[in-house]
């Protein structure tokens, strides 16, 4: 064997060692529990909603011509599930 199978050898095996000590790195924990690295979100803190965030980005950025379109759509939307809701009436 030439020198360059030992240095591909070596580089490998750095290799997989490194790969073994990030996968160790970020499962640990995950058993504890939470103590070590599994819960690392402050409970003091509220959780975020980020549906409320999008919708007032998207409300936001919306032109006159959005906003008109909008209301239309949402008024065609409840005059169909109105028309779906009455019952036929019968003769």
Do not use: C, K
């Not at 064997?1 to 160790?24: E, F, H, K, P």
């Not at 959780?47 to 007032?56: C, K, L």
């Not at 209301?71 to 809701?85: C, H, T």
């Amino acid at each position: 064997m030439s020198t360059w199978w030992y240095v591909i050898v070596i580089l490998a095996l750095v290799a997989l060692g490194l790969l073994y000590l990030r996968y160790r790195r970020n499962h640990a924990g995950i058993s504890d529990a939470g103590s070590r690295n599994g819960d690392r979100r402050d409970s003091t803190l509220p959780a975020r909603d980020f549906t409320q965030e999008r919708e007032a980005d998207r409300v936001g950025h919306m032109t006159a011509e959005d906003r008109t379109w909008e209301a239309a759509s949402i008024g065609r939307n409840r005059a169909a599930g109105e028309r779906d809701q009455t019952p036929p009436m019968h003769r």
